[in-house]
């Protein structure tokens, strides 16, 4: 062990040590009792970053009212507009109760990581400069990114969401960006707290007018919240750090939703759905299509499972370049895919183009059971970034087009709650895992199927297993038919 890891461990156990004499893990924190030296706190507080850099800090009077709140509730959501100042507030209190505190454990989320890092920022940037020096005595060192540790055993997490808050005994829960954070993350937050006596402070702008973030903002009381807001109106100088021409000149760079529900907080209705409500129900129609004219191609999707989720197969027949929906086959959950291959064998017309999920272990082997009984099968691989971005792209054009005619309800249904939304990595995510969205997979799979050229199916036979199906094998593929 070098002398370097040594130190380093050593100065690690006396952190621990420190901290299970400071502060015992079941003794709770009388935040009430520490409002009393905030002010003197506060006073010796100097800006660390931006255009009022080494001045004295001033809340304005919002600020001043979030701070009382930290202290008086245990709850405290701040709905407050883009740039209002909400990362170096909460950053403030971390850097109190971290020194007034030993031993208190903290943990900040976010929907994107570097969100939550941005709070550790501030918190050596209030500690390092402060007017005290048992501040900058208790100034925090870094352990990878995302964790700080204070001299007096004080600590601070910054993770993204809050599934990593499942599971600590925490002191102090701060959710930023929660209007994006997943909903069981928020409610499963409530834990953290039992046994502390902690405080747990939310942060956000508005998004859609539903979810819990949404729940909290309207009723606050009833989910034991203090909510403090702050459009950008309020926040305008002198009473906020908002100028009024930066302000309008986002306006011009964001759209008007966008504007409406960061700097107005607005929610605004249907803006993570990615089909339109009116275009999905126009494609519902009374049916099923009857008479089926005869030598019509048939096309159907599987959305497979063998676990959790229900199995989906979603076929009908292509006529006049519309896809109607004739058949919605589900499956029990568990049911091994060779059973669902067998049953999917009976039901379906000859020569019907099946495209299956083929990602992962259980779409080889969905693949292998369709070779087995010779079902036409077309793989889909979900693997590529941009797959499924592509997939659910051509269902809407089909859906605003009016190139497909539903006649399942739950389909439907589905369809209208379908989400969109960005990952907090910047990544494309369609679905939401509180949803089903099986029946939504099955037919974008169908309709994968039903884009193809009439030459794709039926004539031409079964396609090769385990190939793509698109691009260079596609055109091998007919030239050895020519030849």
């Known amino acids: 062990m070098t002398l370097q890891l040594q130190e380093h461990e050593a ?10 004499a400071s502060r015992l893990p079941t003794e709770k924190i009388n935040f009430r009792k520490l409002a009393k030296g905030w002010q003197a706190f506060q006073d010796g507080l100097i800006v660390f970053d931006g255009a009022r850099k080494g001045e004295q800090f001033k809340p304005y009077s919002y600020q001043s009212a979030a701070f009382n709140s930290f202290f ?3 709850k405290t959501a701040l709905q407050w507009s883009r740039q209002t100042g909400k990362t170096i507030s909460t950053g403030a209190y971390v850097t109190y109760l971290a020194k007034q505190a030993p031993g208190l454990t903290a943990l900040v989320a976010s929907f994107r990581h570097e969100q939550s890092i941005l709070l550790l920022d501030a918190v050596y940037g209030w500690s390092r400069l402060h007017t005290d020096p048992a501040y900058r005595d208790n100034l925090p060192r870094r352990r990878a990114t995302t964790h700080i ?13 809050g599934e990593a808050s499942l599971g600590r005994a925490l002191d102090l829960l701060i959710f930023d960006e929660s209007q994006s954070i997943p909903d069981d993350d928020l409610r499963s937050s409530s834990p953290t707290q039992s046994a502390t006596g902690g405080r747990r402070i939310w942060i956000g702008c508005s998004y859609a007018p539903e979810g819990f973030w949404y729940e909290v903002t309207e009723a606050p009381k009833r989910h034991g919240f203090t909510l403090i807001r702050v459009p950008y109106q309020d926040a305008l100088a002198p009473n906020g750090p908002l100028i009024a021409e930066a302000v309008e000149s986002d306006r011009l760079l964001l759209s008007p939703s966008q504007f409406k529900m960061n700097y107005e907080l607005v929610a605004i209705a249907g803006i993570n759905r990615f089909f339109d409500r009116l275009a999905v129900e126009t ?5 099923p299509l009857d008479p089926i004219p005869q030598g019509v191609v048939w096309v159907a999707g599987w959305d497979h499972a063998i676990v959790h989720d229900e199995s989906i197969l979603m076929a009908g027949p292509v006529v006049g370049g519309v896809f109607h929906q004739n058949l919605v086959l589900s499956f029990p959950r568990g049911m091994p895919l060779n059973r669902q291959a067998e049953r999917i064998k009976e039901v379906l017309p000859q020569g019907c183009a099946l495209t299956v999920d083929s990602t992962g272990e259980s779409g080889i082997q969905a693949l292998s059971e369709c070779a087995r009984l010779s079902i036409q099968t077309q793989p889909f691989d979900y693997a590529a970034s941009d797959a499924k971005a592509h997939l659910m792209s051509d269902t809407w054009q089909w859906i605003q087009q009016k190139k497909v005619r539903l006649y399942d309800t739950a389909t439907i249904d589905q369809l209208v709650a379908f989400r969109f939304h960005l990952s907090s990595s910047g990544h494309e995510i369609y679905g939401d895992s509180s949803r089903a969205d099986d029946r939504v997979n099955a037919l974008a799979l169908a309709i994968q199927a039903a884009r193809q050229p009439m030459y794709d199916f039926g004539a031409l036979g079964s396609w090769e297993i385990g190939e793509p199906q698109e691009g260079p094998s596609l055109r091998s593929f007919l030239a050895r038919l020519e030849r």
């Not at 100065?11 to 299970?20: I, T």
């Not at 540790?149 to 969401?161: E, T």
């Not at 494609?283 to 049916?287: I, Q």
């Open 149 to 161: 540790y204070f001299r007096n055993g004080s600590r601070l997490f910054a993770v993204p969401h």
């Open 283 to 287: 494609c519902k129609v009374a049916g």
């Open 11 to 20: 100065e690690s156990l006396r952190l621990a040590l420190d901290h299970a």
């Open 72 to 74: 008086a509730h245990p």
